[in-house]
């Protein structure tokens, strides 16, 4: 009997010196800001407390990328605040509007934090991303507002007061109905549950808050701030080069609004064929669930040859620690959990398993993005060690999508009855993935390559004998294994009592089986050998079962976070090497979470669109002018496949976000265009020629210009240092702001053109069909 720790299983190691990790988890609600800093207070209590004796090291500090994030997020809201404020001076040329609108942004981000903390929502990079793309539409408005009295203030047209009562009165209601169009976009995406959800619903619920509070604000709020704040006559100003443009910008739109109308048809065909050009270039962008982010740390896992002995595998994870040391100097910190086959505590301990964390300094102090080190790493490392598989993972999002999608990456899933069949098509699936270009590594979640001894038993004679199955069973796994059987107190502490046979960690081969005795019913001892047959065979190391049916997934890790390529390239390798018979497929990894997004996302599209047309019909009370507001929303989607292809960025469920959004903001313009052009239709007794009518339209388009423009640009500019963001986590929000911006712009330089014309049109037969146009000579205006 002897008194020693148990046998060691696993090591902790850093720098070639063993350690023992801490991880810390935080619950839902935590603050893991405070929670860090309390971390290090303690470790350093606890330091100074043995005399430096135990060091401390605190190897992955999440609080640190947070606040770096969230401090991209805010730089990212304050450029876009200041460039929206300067539109907004150069178009009005007036301190006091600027500060008006000025004084607008924080009264609605407070109604927006407000709304946050009643729901409960933390300022997470999430919910800050939905801020920031808040921060060009909060003012939008409030914009609408002031140009509409300032239209009536600067000519000296009206006082001060009657500009505010006359302006507010024309254009409350189109600003009402433009926000509650905004915002009912949102409210489909605010009820996503699932993952979906868990990352979208954040962003949405502030964008609701911030946008319903900015409506309070332009309506309730500016015409105050004008009463308190403008001058009873305005001051003669000269007109800047921005004010001398908008009026030469608006005479030349005039002039061109004319001849479209003339030429309404050509127009029309050359629209929708531009758009039809749009949808076949987007077959070029790539697919995600989410862009892959740099959260400057990534996972490397090595898997040597079964019977890899504890202190072989150290020996190896070594030299790897010493590869990866000379490939990546940009390594902050980095720890290697040995022998745990999950990783860091977690799984069955493996003693051929070794797994890596390595955390890098920032991103501002490095050149290199994590996405770029991780296959130089693979192939040092695998050029350095033989017989190693090495899999590598990216840290932050994708690690979470990882364990979403069961691996993350590429996935595909095969579908039999017959194993043999299925494992056979596997196989060479996987051999086709190790040659895509873009594939850092594949695997199957099963394989052939276990060897385990076989104990078939004599049934009859061990009934015979009195012996039953389970007590051969615990006699040969206590042997081998040894066993638990007490405690024993010694100077008054107690320790466990474990017995081992001579047996423990021999290998378990059938020679050595044959000598194992069991004690039958009458107290004799019986050999192994009389009661069982013993063969070793390749076994299967798991069988895996989906709707009943046997399944075997082979699953990739790619370079990049677009599945398109190797998907394309599977798909056209099983077109002309199809599946054995009975063999069906299935999509796994992020081609599964995207194919199951996709139909949610397409609800809350449709669900959207049918909310704004629903606004729109209650502020016209006509159904057919929704209409052809909602028919300048497809036009958005030049401008959104435009942007994602110039900054390299994928399709995915942030972009997607992007066109939603879209839907409640490019209506705006429509709704400003077509509510105007309805109160100078009202203020005509008289009736309209078609020429009269072309007139009406062509003037009242360009009055709307300047506003149209206003808010374009804020909103625009308001979201382009987000579509520009560097840093940690600007990889995920990045393409929010780069599909808005894109398709913003595009769809405005489009409606502005399409909408008075598609306007016209339609009015124009409506007039003829109620014999309500006179007759000048002009029908074909």
Request: charged residues 20%; contains cysteine; proline residues 3%.
């Amino acid at each position: 009997m002897t008194l020693s720790y148990p046998p060691e299983k696993s090591r902790e190691e850093a720098n070639g010196r063993s350690l023992i990790l801490v991880s810390v988890t935080n619950r839902s609600d935590g603050n893991i800001v405070k929670i860090n800093t309390a971390i290090k207070k303690i470790l350093e209590k606890e330091s100074k407390a043995t005399n430096g004796a135990v060091k401390f090291n605190m190897i992955l500090d999440y609080s640190r990328t947070t606040m770096a994030s969230l401090s991209t997020v805010v730089r990212s809201g304050i450029s876009g605040i200041i460039m929206s404020m300067l539109i907004i001076f150069l178009f009005l040329m007036d301190a006091r509007a600027t500060l008006i609108i000025g004084l607008s942004v924080p009264l609605s981000l407070l109604f927006t934090f407000l709304g946050m903390q009643i729901s409960g929502i933390s300022i997470n990079l999430m919910s800050l991303s939905g801020l920031v793309a808040a921060l060009g539409m909060i003012v939008d408005s409030s914009i609408v507002m002031i140009e509409e009295v300032y239209r009536y203030y600067i000519p000296k047209t009206l006082d001060v007061n009657q500009s505010i009562i006359r302006g507010s009165r024309e254009v409350t209601m189109s600003i009402i109905a433009s926000a509650l169009t905004t915002i009912v976009v949102f409210f489909p995406i605010a009820f996503l549950n699932g993952l979906v959800g868990m990352i979208l619903k954040p962003i949405a619920i502030t964008l609701i808050y911030a946008l319903a509070g900015s409506l309070v604000v332009a309506v309730v709020f500016v015409p105050y701030f004008m009463k308190l704040f403008m001058t009873p006559v305005p001051k003669i100003q000269k007109e800047n080069f921005v004010q001398r443009g908008i009026k030469w910008l608006e005479n030349k739109y005039k002039e061109m609004l004319s001849w479209c109308i003339s030429n309404r048809g050509t127009v029309i065909v050359f629209s929708v064929a531009l758009l039809f050009v749009t949808l076949a270039v987007s077959s070029s962008l790539g697919m995600s669930f989410l862009p892959s982010t740099d959260n400057n740390d990534f996972y490397m896992t090595l898997e040597f040859p079964k019977g890899y002995t504890l202190s072989r595998t150290t020996e190896k994870a070594r030299l790897a620690e010493k590869v990866l040391r000379d490939t990546v100097p940009e390594i902050e910190n980095l720890v290697n959990s040995i022998g745990n086959g999950g990783g860091f505590g977690a799984g069955e301990a493996q003693s051929n398993k070794t797994n890596f964390h390595i955390v890098l300094v920032p991103v501002s102090e490095r050149k290199r993005s994590v996405q770029q080190i991780i296959p130089l790493v693979q192939k040092a490392v695998e050029d350095s060690i033989p017989d190693v598989s090495v899999t590598m993972e990216n840290g932050g999002f994708d690690k979470l999508l990882g364990y979403a999608s069961g691996g993350g990456g590429y996935g595909l899933t095969l579908v039999c009855e017959d194993m043999d069949k299925l494992f056979a098509d596997a196989e060479r699936i996987k051999a086709e993935l190790d040659k895509d270009p873009t594939v850092l590594s594949s695997q199957l979640d099963t394989s052939f390559d276990t060897d385990n001894v076989t104990i078939e038993t004599v049934q009859d004679y061990m009934a015979s004998q009195g012996i039953a199955s389970t007590e051969a069973g615990f006699t040969s796994f206590i042997l081998f294994n040894g066993t638990d059987c007490g405690k024993l107190s010694v100077n008054g502490e107690r320790y466990n009592v474990h017995i081992e046979s001579d047996l423990c960690g021999m290998s378990m081969t059938p020679d050595v089986l044959s000598n194992i005795q069991v004690k039958s019913l009458s107290g004799e001892l019986v050999d192994f050998s009389n009661i069982s047959d013993f063969s070793i065979k390749r076994t299967l190391s798991a069988i895996n079962h989906s709707e009943r049916a046997k399944t075997i997934t082979i699953s990739a890790k790619l370079i990049s976070e677009d599945t398109t390529p190797v998907t394309r390239h599977i798909n056209e390798y099983l077109e002309k090497n199809p599946l054995s018979e009975g063999v069906e497929s299935k999509a796994g990894g992020i081609g599964e979470l995207i194919g199951g997004t996709l139909p949610s996302m397409l609800r809350a599209l449709v669900i959207a669109f049918f909310l704004v047309y629903t606004v729109m019909v209650i502020q016209f009370e006509r159904f057919r002018q929704p209409l052809i507001i909602l028919l300048g929303i497809p036009f958005c989607a030049i401008g959104v496949v435009l942007g994602l292809l110039a900054f390299g960025s994928t399709l995915s469920l942030v972009s997607l976000l992007g066109i939603i959004s879209l839907g409640g903001i490019v209506v705006n313009n429509g709704i400003i265009l077509v509510d105007y052009m309805n109160q100078q239709r009202a203020l005509n007794k008289e009736g309209f020629s078609a020429k009269s009518f072309s007139r009406l339209v062509s003037e009242s388009s360009a009055t709307r210009v300047r506003p149209i423009l206003m808010t374009t640009l804020t909103t625009m500019l308001g979201v382009v240092p987000m579509a520009f963001a560097k840093g940690e986590g600007a990889e995920l929000y990045a393409p929010l702001g780069q599909a808005i911006a894109g398709g913003l712009f595009t769809s405005t330089l489009i409606t502005l053109v399409l909408i008075p014309v598609l306007y016209y049109s339609t009015e124009l037969k409506r007039m003829k069909k109620n014999n309500l146009l006179k007759n000048d000579g002009e029908e074909n205006a």
